[in-house]
């Protein structure tokens, strides 16, 4: 027996062994020419393709960025004082990569995968940072919102999922704030949330990962970093490797919240390259492909069909303005690529107004296919409501005289500000939003003060939540407020105010 197994054994190893095909690897090498501010020029690559990775001899590693005839262009990808004039550079023929896949929840990794715990990262799947749009015929229209919790967004301009929603204001009126709010209320909904910081302060991503960690947000979120200290090449595969890692998720059949913050910064960071890389400046002196460097990532973003996976990919960039001026270059082009705008308003943000949302300038061009029923019959008049308010408000602070119905249209805007109102991780379920625009709609605050509106709204929640239940239920299970439920609502609603 043994001595077939041993035959057996050996017929097989020689079988493997003349069956071997020898295939050499080859590389290609070139010599650093010229080497300045992270930018080098290579000689002796006539292959190399866009966005290949480079291997210098020293261990650093570079990006090709730019193809001529004798040479090429790269940027290094980190700030190495290593590289020399003369040194071998080998091609590796392949593009840079990311590793996706469930080894990335809960990390917090550099745009090249790198973990910033000092923990491995043992990854089976890496996908190109720069890949594809997926086709038109690929994706299917967007019909499912993403809760942000935000009353005042969910109602007025709601997300979709699939969707590229521009959140847009100056600096320090809550934008990260906001969309770090939204990642939180994922908690439960099966969303994988991916929060891509571009050029931040190390102490301010320290904070957001602080704020997801204390949340419990973690455990379904990833965290992409590239810090102001990092180079312009990493700052500029920031995004792209975010969205590659969220594209993973997507493709198979998972939602994914992907947020870039912020792509002001992004776009100074390739503009920083291509001026290092003598490309003729343009306006603003942005390259003239500046517009091309954010439509093929945020195209990226979308509701895939079934048959591609049926996962979702939706995008919320950041944009900082200047002086709330959204007419600069890189917020008209970002604007024009997304499917609407969330603009936040500086002397709304002072006025103590959280999230200080500007519904006149935001919009939502997916609008209500994406907003629950139950949403859609609680919130029909409250943009309009809300533009007559700020309107008439103007000519109220010159001390005109206004007439009783004037002024009963100010007080009900100043009780829907007030009641718009939201703290920090402060965010709503749909079921709370839908009971307090109810019971705002059948005027069961009025007499309020504003100030106490947060906390009567709260009381009549809790009210309903231990006394009708069955309403909380019907509105979370069903997305609706049909007929029976709003009875139950109306007369909950009557009850609590007759106390």
Request: with cysteine; proline share 4%.
């Amino acid at each position: 027996m043994s001595d077939f197994l041993t035959e057996n054994i050996s017929s097989y190893l020689k079988r493997i062994v003349d069956s071997y095909e020898f295939k050499p690897i080859s590389y290609r090498y070139g010599t650093v020419e010229k080497l300045g501010d992270g930018v080098v020029r290579v000689s002796g690559l006539p292959d190399c393709c866009y966005g290949e990775l480079l291997e210098f001899d020293s261990g650093a590693y570079g990006m090709v960025m730019d193809l001529e005839e004798n040479s090429v262009g790269a940027v290094l990808l980190e700030k190495s004082n290593i590289v020399r004039v003369g040194e071998t550079v080998k091609g590796t023929g392949r593009v840079v990569r990311t590793p996706v896949g469930e080894c990335c929840l809960g990390r917090v990794i550099d745009p090249i995968g790198r973990p910033f715990d000092g923990k491995e990262l043992n990854a089976d799947i890496f996908y190109p940072v720069e890949r594809p749009a997926p086709k038109l015929i690929d994706r299917r229209p967007v019909d499912t919102p993403l809760q942000t919790g935000f009353i005042s967004i969910d109602s007025m301009i709601p997300i979709g999922r699939g969707q590229r929603e521009l959140i847009i204001g100056d600096r320090q009126t809550g934008k990260t704030s906001i969309c770090v709010d939204t990642i939180v209320n994922q908690k439960g909904q099966d969303i994988i949330c991916i929060y891509c910081a571009i050029g931040q302060k190390a102490s301010t991503v320290a904070g957001v990962i602080k704020t997801l960690t204390d949340n419990g947000a973690m455990d379904y979120s990833i965290v992409v970093a590239s810090t102001a200290a990092d180079s312009p090449a990493m700052q500029y595969l920031a995004p792209y490797s975010a969205c590659a890692i969220g594209e993973y998720f997507s493709e198979h059949g998972k939602d994914v919240l992907v947020v870039y913050d912020d792509l002001s910064k992004h776009a100074i960071a390739y503009r920083t390259m291509s001026l290092l890389l003598h490309r003729p400046p343009g306006r603003e002196a942005y390259p003239g492909d500046v517009f091309y460097l954010h439509s093929r990532l945020l195209e990226r973003a979308a509701c895939l069909s079934k048959e591609k996976g049926g996962g979702t990919l939706t995008a919320l960039p950041i944009i900082e303005t200047m002086g709330g001026n959204i007419s600069a270059y890189i917020p008209t082009n970002v604007i024009s690529i997304t499917d609407g705008q969330i603009y936040l308003e500086s002397e709304l943000f002072h006025s103590g107004v959280r999230p200080a949302v500007n519904t006149g300038l935001s919009v939502s061009r997916v609008g209500r296919s994406a907003q629950r029923n139950a949403m859609k019959k609680v919130s029909g008049s409250l943009r309009i409501e809300l533009a007559q308010y700020r309107e008439m408000a103007v000519f109220a602070r010159f001390g005109a005289d206004i007439d009783d119905t004037t002024k009963a249209m100010l007080e009900r805007g100043e009780h829907l500000t007030a009641l718009f109102n939201q703290g920090r991780l402060d965010t709503y379920s749909l079921s709370k939003m839908v009971i307090m625009l109810y019971a705002f709609n059948r005027k069961a605050f009025k007499g309020v003060e504003n100030s106490m509106l947060d906390e009567k709204s709260n009381e009549l929640y809790s009210f309903i939540e231990s006394k009708y239940p069955s309403v909380i239920k019907n509105i979370e299970t069903t997305y609706d407020l049909d007929e029976s439920t709003a009875d139950t609502l109306k007369s909950a609603i009557k009850e609590w105010v007759s106390l």
